[in-house]
């Protein structure tokens, strides 16, 4: 492959990097996308004489005024917006693609693809960023090699003292050249891309994060999830389409032994409390920022922490700020961060039904601890004062034959928890209804008439919904909740994925003196999780993994963490210093551990020195080898090399220097070409250079003072800067 191909492929290589980062941030129009992607393409053929003519410039350089010009038109008008300023940056380029005539502009085209990925980095967390920013750093070392190159070939013929045709001519047979660069040219340079990156990883972890961190304002769009906005209606028509996206994962802390497949893991949502027939509403209550302790926030009165078990959640950005809660939740806790040089930590809203939502989203979504005891009650829950029971038992109009219903089975019961027991075996235990993703068609008719007394099948907010309503009949105060009921365990990250696949209602009654009590009324089974099994499901487990790990380790990162790990790292080596950490062996199991983890670390370091080590000797004995094979330049041959290099010098002082694409007898022959009257004593000293050298005769020492008087005599002869 050319030199000028290869540089041509290396360049739209890193300018697509960095577009296509500039792009991740979902900013800018599919149709922006699409005439930016069509530009790039064809810049690709702009080549050949048209790149010199002086107005093909020109109107590049006033298509770029106009541009700009257009977008600050359209932001006085409208709105300025971070799209404008995508558009302007990733049109600049097309630009320079499209004028790509020297070294210069090359650099150029280099510099905006760096200007590009460094904005991508506030527009996105997306995990896809990680694999563009590795390429980045993988072609930036060939990159600027190459440019290097180009540079250095261009300023050494076109400051030769040969005609200004010549002079291209000679640039465009070097760029076209096969022998400049080749594969351990590449390989070569691309093994930079090691330290550059390990400086790039240590930079990060050192340098401070301010502010917001390196992510803090990045724009992905939040992921959608069904069932805890404002509303849940029912009356759908068709098949609810399975979705596996996760949402978030959970691990329970600390690990006691082998994780099973498979958790129904419980995660409380929003509840919605007003229903008209067809949909649930949550009455508009204000909301009260919640009490904190610090970074502890209660949820329950009773919020002791003694013998609470505890689980870490990664929750996804999502368009509904919900704060999931697991099962006899009593309270959560939220990182702190750095902002401003001050610690923070997110704020929470809580309103009616326990409904809590986080306030400040950064566009990162929410990592937070849960702190569960099951010793915790209902009754700890909120006292109900009788407005607030009113709300929770309104019936909506046309619900009679349901009421009855409702009426008939709890009859005799002999106590309102009984009454919530009867409703729970009729809709689950009984047999009679049957869960089912596919929805009826209702029509106009109420959709709870048709799921109990005609199609006695649906899903779980049909259930729940029909739950709800039937306790409210009775005089038993409840509402409709929803959350997440499951938890697939990813053996590579060692966290429980739910999924929106596991998306589920129920219902939640009030029984006097022992506050909101979890009714489920959907039958088991129909919804079964399987365990990542299979070739796709362990992939998609291991992706799923890294992008968590990218999350908690990348885009959380942030001063906090820093201070924190610092402060790990000097009681580290402290204990490790008076010996601590080995006279506590025996006595702590977190000593203990972080024994083992350095053991480990010292371990895997050791063998990749070792492995590094010997990779480089074998490297340095083969070279070492292949020089001795190829022949190293004797010392019969050095006298000719160093005669030669004289010569070479004369002529460089005589304005006559070789170009680097001339071979010693090609630039002899010009020499002659042009009738210097000196140009026969240089063909005579470079044959004699070339035979020697390459041609393995002996060196004419008797013929050295000869020699040198040829040279002598270049010396002497009229220079060309004269």
Same mark, same amino acid.
């Given at each position: ?14 300018? #697509? ?7 991740? *941030? ?52 409208? !709105? ?18 499209? &004028? ?37 750093? @993988? ?8 440019? &290097? ?9 076109? /400051? /030769? ?9 000679? @640039? ?104 008209? *027939? ?24 009773? /919020? ?27 309270? @959560? ?29 950064? #566009? ?22 009788? !407005? ?94 929803? *959350?997440?009921?499951? #938890? ?12 929106? &696949? ?126 001795? *094979? ?21 002529? /460089? ?70």
């Amino acid at each position: 492959m050319s030199f000028s191909l290869l540089h041509k492929l290396v360049t739209y290589l890193i300018s #697509g990097l960095g577009l296509v980062a500039l792009f991740l *941030g979902s900013e800018i129009t599919a149709f922006a996308t699409a005439l930016i992607s069509l530009g790039y393409a064809a810049s690709f053929f702009a080549e050949g004489p048209v790149l010199k003519l002086p107005r093909y410039a020109q109107a590049w350089t006033a298509a770029v005024v106009l541009f700009l010009l257009y977008q600050i038109a359209r932001g006085v008008s409208d !709105e300025l917006t971070l799209a404008m300023a995508i558009e302007f940056a990733a049109f600049l380029q097309i630009s320079r693609l499209f &004028n790509r005539r020297t070294a210069a502009d090359y650099q150029q085209i280099a510099v905006l693809a760096f200007l590009h990925l460094i904005a991508a980095t506030v527009l996105t967390v997306n995990l896809v960023y990680a694999a563009f920013f590795v390429g980045f750093v @993988i072609v930036t070392p060939w990159m600027l090699a190459l440019c &290097n190159l180009r540079r250095e070939i261009e300023s050494n013929y076109s /400051s /030769s003292a040969e005609p200004e045709g010549t002079s291209l001519a000679a @640039i465009r047979r070097v760029l076209a050249s096969r022998r400049v660069v080749g594969a351990r040219f590449l390989a070569g340079t691309a093994a930079l891309a090691l330290p550059l990156f390990l400086m790039t990883l240590a930079i990060f972890v050192v340098v401070p994060r301010v502010g917001k961190g390196f992510f803090g304002f990045q724009r992905d769009r939040a992921q959608r999830v069904a069932g805890f906005g404002n509303l849940i209606e029912l009356g759908g028509f068709g098949l609810i389409r399975n979705d596996p996206t996760v949402v978030l994962r959970v691990t329970p802390l600390p690990r006691t032994g082998p994780r099973p497949p498979r958790l129904n893991l419980r995660l409380r949502g929003t509840s919605f409390d007003s229903y008209d *027939g067809r949909r649930w509403t949550r009455t508009p209550s204000g909301g009260v920022p919640s009490r904190r302790s610090r970074t502890l926030y209660p949820i329950t009165r009773w /919020s002791d922490l003694r013998g609470a078990s505890q689980m870490r959640i990664v929750l996804n950005r999502l368009e509904e700020r919900v704060v999931f809660l697991p099962e006899n939740a009593v309270a @959560i806790e939220l990182p702190e961060r750095i902002e401003g040089g001050e610690r923070v930590t997110t704020r929470l809203v809580r309103s009616r039904g326990l409904d809590i939502r986080y306030i400040e989203d950064g #566009g990162m979504g929410l990592i937070y601890t849960a702190y569960t005891n099951s010793a915790v009650t209902a009754i700890d829950s909120p006292y109900l004062d009788p !407005e607030t029971r009113e709300i929770y038992l309104e019936l909506p109009p046309g619900h009679q034959r349901i009421a009855e219903l409702a009426k008939s089975l709890t009859r005799d019961a002999s106590g309102v928890t009984q009454k919530v027991k009867r409703v729970l075996a009729y809709l689950r235990d009984s047999g009679r209804f049957r869960y089912t993703l596919l929805q009826p068609d209702v029509g106009k008719r109420l959709p709870l008439e048709v799921f109990l007394f005609e199609e006695r099948k649906g899903h779980c907010e049909y259930f729940s919904s029909a739950m709800a309503v039937m306790l409210r009949a009775v005089g038993i105060p409840s509402r409709n909740v929803s *959350g997440f009921l499951g #938890g697939t365990y990813n053996p590579y990250g060692d966290y429980y994925a739910v999924s929106q &696949n596991d998306a589920h209602s129920w219902v939640e009654a009030y029984i006097d003196w022992y506050g909101w009590v979890l009714v489920d009324p959907t039958p088991a089974g129909g919804r079964e999780a399987r365990p990542f099994e299979g070739l796709w499901l362990n992939m998609y487990a291991m992706l799923d993994a890294v992008r968590t790990r990218w999350i908690t380790s990348v885009v959380a990162y942030d001063l906090q963490t820093q201070v924190n790990m610092a402060y790990k790292v000097f009681r580290f080596l402290q204990g490790f210093r008076s010996g601590e950490i080995f006279a506590d062996l025996n006595r702590d199991d977190r000593i203990k551990n972080l024994s083992r983890r350095a053991k480990a670390i010292l371990g895997w370091s050791i063998g990749a020195g070792l492995l590094l080590g010997a990779a480089w000797w074998l490297f340095w004995r083969r070279r070492r080898a292949r020089s001795a *094979g190829t022949g190293l330049v004797s010392r019969n041959a050095a006298e000719a090399v160093k005669l030669y290099r004289e010569m070479e010098r004369v002529l /460089s002082r005589q304005g006559y220097a070789r170009p680097p694409s001339a071979t010693p007898c090609e630039h002899a022959d010009l020499l002659a070409r042009r009738g210097l009257p000196w140009a026969g004593q240089v063909q005579e000293v470079t044959r004699c250079y070339m035979e020697v050298r390459y041609g393995g005769r002996p060196f004419p020492v008797e013929q050295l003072p000869r020699l040198r008087s040829l040279i002598a005599t270049v010396r002497a002869a009229p220079s060309a800067r004269a």
